[in-house]
């Protein structure tokens, strides 16, 4: 047994195993007829049990999975960035996180198609606890993230994520990707923990921890949706926040999440990868020499290049200037988009509630408040 088969994604060895024990599952007649609409069972059927590695899983189902999704429920998909990889190279990628499954499998879309190597990545246990999800996700390279755990097996599970991430990057030359923070940002505004960057140097055994992160070639990545088709489901989270309430999900509220965020309706997408940070971890690393403060200084330059290369779509201008009773940002919008806008935020949530009002309004508005700052600095410089 490997140390890491707790949280491992599936060896090529037991592909077909998994593929055979899940092949007549409704859910895995669900997907197939979503992204082969005009492919007989048997035909698909056939083609599944011929398979017997996580890559041709991937680029001959899930792949076309993702473009169908895609095709019914956006205006498409940008890139930017994509070009200053290397094909033969492992990244550590870190992104805003907005989407359970989708921000991750859309990036490996992208990857595939500019001939990238496609990433291992991070899933947390509590969202698939169906036996079925759990097959699927290692099916598609995801490895475990393990939730609600005591302070004592948290610091053996950081440590075993953290080992596993950097032999698939070090040993695998396989690119993994993790969210900036646990959990999706809810809120608008996209912040790394210290935390995960914290975990992820427990497999240094670097004296200056800025010196591993070199080696593990951290790309910061921003995913931008011109719609979230999972805002209003963020409401009730929000509200209990502002109350200084304790939020308690509902049993199927991830899967429910999850769901929505496939088949919910999401106009424009944008994806930047920024570049590898190379000069700002030297410059780091000039600077101090404490541990904390070298992590907090990390986190703030993959935020620098997450918020300034992030996408602002007209919802994030009609929201600003709705919150703000304002107009400064009218020519980056239309009056169709700005009525759509409002028509959404009508049909979805209880307009008459002000402080869910405001909520929904700064999920959206935050971004460009963030991006503001950015201008200001460089206006002054």
Not at 17 to 44: G, T
Not at 109 to 116: A, F, I, K, R
Not at 183 to 202: E, F, I, P, Q
Request: glycine share 2%.
């Amino acid at each position: 047994m490997s140390k890491f088969d707790k949280i491992r994604p599936y060896y090529d060895a037991e592909v077909n195993d998994a593929i055979r024990s899940s092949i007549n599952h409704p859910m895995m007649k669900a997907l197939m007829d979503f992204a082969y609409p005009n492919v007989e069972e048997a035909v698909w059927k056939e083609q599944l049990l011929r398979t017997h590695s996580i890559r041709d899983f991937q680029i001959n189902f899930a792949y076309h999975a993702i473009k169908k999704i895609l095709e019914k429920s956006s205006d498409g998909l940008t890139t930017s960035g994509f070009e200053k990889l290397d094909p033969n190279t492992s990244y550590f990628f870190i992104s805003n996180h907005r989407d359970i499954i989708l921000d991750t499998s859309l990036l490996n879309v992208c990857l595939h198609e500019h001939g990238l190597v496609m990433t291992a990545s991070a899933i947390g246990d509590n969202l698939v606890k169906k036996d079925f999800l759990l097959k699927l996700s290692k099916l598609n390279r995801n490895f475990l993230v393990q939730r609600n755990l005591s302070p004592r097996e948290l610091l053996v599970s950081s440590k075993l994520l953290s080992e596993y991430m950097y032999s698939l990057i070090s040993k695998e030359n396989r690119s993994v990707w993790i969210a900036q923070r646990e959990g999706r940002t809810k809120d608008g505004n996209d912040a790394t923990h210290s935390g995960v960057l914290k975990m992820m140097a427990m497999a240094s055994d670097e004296k200056n921890s800025m010196d591993f992160f070199k080696k593990v070639r951290i790309v910061p990545v921003s995913i931008s949706y011109e719609y979230d088709p999972t805002d209003a489901l963020k409401m009730p989270q929000l509200m209990a926040e502002a109350n200084d309430q304790i939020y308690l999900k509902e049993k199927n509220e991830d899967f429910i999440t999850l769901l929505s965020g496939i088949i919910g309706q999401k106009k424009r997408i944008h994806i930047h990868v920024g570049d590898i940070l190379e000069d700002e971890l030297d410059a780091i690393s000039a600077e101090t020499t404490n541990s904390n403060k070298q992590m907090l200084a990390l986190a703030q330059v993959i935020d620098d290049s997450i918020l300034q290369s992030y996408k602002l779509w007209p919802t994030n201008y009609i929201a600003y200037d709705m919150m703000n009773n304002t107009t400064i940002y009218s020519e980056k919008y239309t009056e169709e988009e700005k009525q759509l806008f409002k028509r959404r935020l009508e049909l979805r949530i209880n307009a008459g509630d002000a402080k869910m009002k405001e909520s929904f309004l700064a999920m959206y508005a935050n971004p460009v408040t963030n991006k503001l700052k950015y201008q200001k600095i460089e206006s002054n410089s």
